[in-house]
């Protein structure tokens, strides 16, 4: 149960975070990607503003403040920068592999930048050996180009960045299905306990040992527990009254079967002897079976009742006391014992004449 639970919850917590976060992170990567470009087209477009400062009245762009703007700009970034003349010749690079003086016509997007176009997008470069995106931006100084501004990234490094964006929404989705492991298998831990104690409980009573289980938990839990407590309270009276009622029916029987006994014996030694004394010891020993009988009876109604007590009733205590010395005058003449009963009479009771007798 306990590894349900905990399956239960920690699929609810997971089928959550796949239909939240996965759109989510998609929708995360498609932004920081084309934040990424965004990001090229502003950098560009500014950059060609400030270029356009450093045209002289010829329209030519001076290659020196060039330098220093390109090396201002990377200073602060990490995007490769590329600026050439109004002829396409890099004057300035933030690309070590580039050399200055070097002719950039033959790359598309500086060739579209020289006809005055915006060129965005990306290609294939031998340069990089990667898919390079870029921005190239045209510096217009009055109705001519004076110069093309090219900033550019590398495909991987795009990636690798919108990665990293999504490796943090993955790792927080992750902690987020650890947290619900972690409390799946407490809260699974405090509901399944009581359950647990419960089993230990009913194990004992299968046993016969006594068993009591604490009421805590849940409502329905507390509960159950009173419920098994109460029925392990009944369990217990009903043994031990089984136990008392096997204690005293071998107690009640032993005293009618010992004096059946007994009347038998002397109707066996007087048949041939004293015929009258030998009947009366069998009508004694009928009694005594009628006696038997009726206790019998009795000890049967009494398991029934569950161990309630027997029925009273008003009878005189006297002829109660003349009818037992008159059961065990015989057993008694054989130990040369004499049993009298001396009673004023009178003498009533409410009480179990069954219980009194024996």
Request: proline share 2%; charged share 25%.
């Amino acid at each position: 149960m306990k590894r349900n639970f905990i399956l239960v919850i920690v699929g609810i917590v997971a089928l959550v975070v796949i239909v939240r976060d996965v759109p989510f992170i998609a929708h995360v990567a498609r932004v920081e990607r084309e934040r990424q470009i965004t990001r090229l087209e502003r950098d560009a477009y500014v950059l060609a503003g400030q270029a356009r400062e450093l045209v002289d009245v010829n329209g030519n762009l001076g290659a020196s403040e060039a330098v220093s703007l390109v090396d201002e700009f990377s200073a602060n970034s990490a995007i490769d920068v590329v600026v050439t003349d109004k002829n396409g010749i890099l004057i300035a690079s933030s690309v070590s592999a580039n050399r200055v003086g070097e002719d950039f016509k033959n790359r598309p997007e500086i060739a579209s930048a020289l006809l005055g176009n915006f060129a965005l997008g990306g290609r294939q470069s031998v340069t990089v050996s990667d898919t390079l995106v870029y921005a190239a931006i045209p510096i217009f100084f009055r109705d001519s180009v004076a110069g093309v501004v090219r900033l550019s990234r590398p495909q991987t490094v795009i990636d690798r960045e919108v990665n990293s964006q999504v490796r943090q929404l993955v790792l927080a989705a992750g902690v987020a299905v650890l947290i619900a492991i972690i409390a799946g298998v407490a809260l699974a831990g405090v509901v399944s306990a009581p359950l647990r104690r419960l089993q230990d409980a009913a194990e004992d009573l299968a046993q016969g040992r006594n068993a009591v289980v604490k009421p805590d938990g849940p409502k329905e839990l507390r509960a159950l527990a009173r419920q098994f407590n109460s029925m392990s309270d009944r369990v217990s009276q009903m043994l031990s009254q089984q136990k008392r009622f096997a204690g005293d029916a071998a107690h009640q029987l032993r005293t009618p079967l010992t004096a059946l006994r007994l009347r038998l014996e002397q109707a066996h030694q007087n048949l041939r002897v004293d015929t009258a004394a030998a009947g009366s010891n069998l009508e004694a020993a009928l009694k005594e079976t009628d006696r038997l009988s009726m206790l019998t009876e009795r000890m049967l109604q009494l398991a029934r009742s569950e161990g309630q007590v027997l029925v009273t009733e008003n009878f005189d205590v006297g002829i109660l006391c003349r009818e037992i010395v008159e059961e065990w005058s015989a057993l008694a003449g054989e130990s040369q014992v004499s049993v009298v009963a001396e009673t004023n009479g009178g003498l009533r009771v409410d009480a179990s004449r069954f219980a009194l007798h024996e």
